[in-house]
């Protein structure tokens, strides 16, 4: 037994195509610097993040779905993709085939927002994670082997030891060097994932993103745009409080060795939370009206 979704809303084509429309120009303001770099051949530490990391590609990301229970009058449904059809009303769609496919998926999606969203948020980290991955390495061997430290590896190592590391999030924590692991406090993993991400980190902020994606078509993409924007800037703070000198590319460093730098990165934490907050309540909303109805 699955649960009913509401009744249809149906939108006029001049509503659909101007919310494509925005959509989609909002989207390519984003696209058009990442692809003229991919086009020339060079990478960008911050913003090519988002395009490389995750999984969804530029043009998923610019193709515009109204989500679940949408019928587009006057469309047609070859431009929307395979999992649309047309009915008498319009094009919709194919909600049930869609979510019978990713049931799992959203179920377990479900719940790691659910029970991030249930704990309180920890603002004690000051980004010590990018330093733990950089951690006992020399230049050549850091990931954006291209970009200067802005210390000397010593001092970088100094840094990470003193502070110490207080990372839950495991895509994270599997990026550690291997001397920089056993100096975190937690030893997240997939299968503890549920039991460990809170809503004050900022992978697990940025990570609303990829599960929005993840959600795609069922739900709108404009959900997916605002989780893919506040993404896009928790990557600038988490590049600037990094040990990385990209001052070159207009991205002052956020000196989190410093007790004001830390100061600094706890207010712009606390900031990107309250924004999540909202975003993650809008996709467990999502997930609960998409997941098998409860047999009581």
Known sequence: MTAALAPATALDAA???????????RVDAWLAPHLARRRSGVRHPVEDFLFTYYSHR??????????????????????FGRDYRATAAGVTLDTEGVRARRAESIAWIRAL???????????????????????????????????PLRLSPAETAAVVEERGVRCSHFDAFRFFTAPARPLNVLTPTRESQHALEQPGCLHAN?????????????VASELVADCF??????????????????????????????????????????????RAAPLRARLIAECDRLLPATIG
């Open 15 to 25: 509503d659909w195509q101007a919310r494509r429309r925005a959509h989609e120009e």
């Open 229 to 274: 924007e506040l993404a896009k800037e928790i990557r600038t703070l988490d590049m600037r409080a990094s040990p990385y000198d990209l001052s070159e590319l207009g991205y002052p460093p956020l000196r989190v060795e410093t007790v004001e730098g830390r100061h600094e990165y706890v207010r712009a934490q606390r900031s990107f939370a309250d």
């Open 113 to 147: 927002l659910a029970a991030t969203a249930g704990r309180p948020a920890h603002f004690g980290c000051f980004g010590m994670h990018e330093w733990a991955m950089v951690y006992r390495q020399t230049q050549d061997e850091v990931r954006h082997n291209a970009w």
């Open 58 to 79: 530029p043009a998923q990301l610019r193709r515009w779905h109204p989500g679940a229970g949408v019928v587009l009058r006057d469309a047609d449904p070859s431009v």
């Open 206 to 218: 940025m990570d609303l993103y990829k599960w929005a994606c993840k959600l795609s078509p069922l």
